[in-house]
């Protein structure tokens, strides 16, 4: 079979495909109540001291635009119901002054040769009173699976795909509802960082914006801080295998990369992966925490919540749709 076959396999499956303790003392990860509604690809954000899973699709292909609530103090959930978004996959999500910022993804009416389903809108949605408004249209079609980041009075977002690899990114002005792209001054002899990918991760940490891993021909293992003004910084790479499609959240102090799916290239077969991986952001550093209870996970959620790490959902090493639900203590 040719080689533009196993790449658009590759793609198809990212797209559709008890109290352990862990090696360091200082971490423990507990088991916490699953979500009703099991799915992969969904988004995950968090108000206050609540995380919201968006979106996804379930074991069926079914994709969803309901809304779940989870809370943390009392491990339960609650279903807030359908949304006025079109059910979608590997939507992307952020939150600024308790206001989400939510749209992107695939549809399942789309096609992935044929640049159709590459959703473009953008909301926002106030918890607090249940409202949703519809924002200005992302000005690009690369955004599945795009990565978003968060400023003082912005938002950053890109990394998205469409039918072949981007780095680009763009600003969106929160007060003025505009979106700009942003001309990031690469050195284009380090053609390898930041790599054009797919499927990687990206946040916040300490006002300071963290990004990489990802796909592109094989699982990439980049790690580079991105400023606003349009620079990157590379930063030591993440350690392990290298990952796509893996979950991310930040802490006050720490990045944590986890799971997600090594391919190593053609003639390779893939992995799902169970590490734990915690970048410090004050000394540019990885530290293996632990792995995850029941094996491998990818396109899986993981959000913080008064620092503590969520992680779960997405589909384990059989490629079964996930409901469970762990939280990564630090203590």
Not at 60 to 72: F, R
Not at 201 to 212: E, I, M, P
Request: hydrophobic share 35%.
């Amino acid at each position: 079979m040719s080689a533009r076959y196993w790449i658009l396999s590759i793609i198809v499956i990212l797209l559709v495909a008890c109290d352990v303790s862990t090696p360091d003392e200082q971490y423990s990860i507990s088991t916490c109540t699953p979500i009703p509604s099991p799915r992969a690809s969904a988004v995950s954000f968090v108000v206050g001291d609540y995380a919201y899973i968006f979106g996804g699709r379930d074991a069926n292909n079914n994709y969803l635009n309901d809304l779940w609530k989870y809370d943390t103090k009392n491990d339960t959930w609650i279903y807030l119901g359908a949304t006025p978004l079109e059910g979608r996959v590997n939507a992307t999500a952020c939150v600024h002054n308790g206001v989400v910022y939510i749209g992107l993804g695939f549809s399942a009416n789309g096609d992935y040769l044929n640049s159709t389903g590459y959703l473009t809108d953008w909301w926002s949605y106030d918890p607090t009173i249940n409202e949703w408004q519809q924002l200005s249209d992302y000005p690009a079609n690369t955004t599945t699976r795009a990565i978003s980041m968060v400023g003082e009075n912005e938002l950053y977002v890109g990394y998205g795909f469409c039918r072949t690899y981007e780095r680009d990114m763009y600003r969106y002005d929160i007060v003025q509802d505009t979106w700009n792209f942003i001309d990031v001054n690469l050195d284009r002899k380090a053609f390898t960082f930041p790599m054009r990918s797919f499927g990687g991760v990206g946040t916040t940490c300490q006002n300071r914006h963290f990004a990489g891993t990802g796909f592109r021909a094989y699982s990439l293992n980049w790690w580079g801080e991105f400023h606003p003004e349009g620079k990157w910084i590379k930063r030591k790479n993440v350690p392990g295998y290298k990952r796509t499609t893996a979950a991310c959240a930040a802490t006050n102090n720490f990045v944590y990369v986890i799971g997600g799916m090594h391919f190593g290239g053609m003639n390779t077969d893939g992995k799902v992966l169970d590490d734990i991986q915690r970048y410090n952001p004050q000394t540019d550093s990885w530290q293996y925490i632990g792995n995850l209870p029941n094996g491998g996970r990818m396109n899986h959620v993981a959000f913080s919540v008064n620092n503590r790490v969520f992680v779960g959902l997405g589909e384990n090493d059989n490629i079964q749709v996930c409901g469970d639900l762990y939280c990564i203590y630090e203590k």
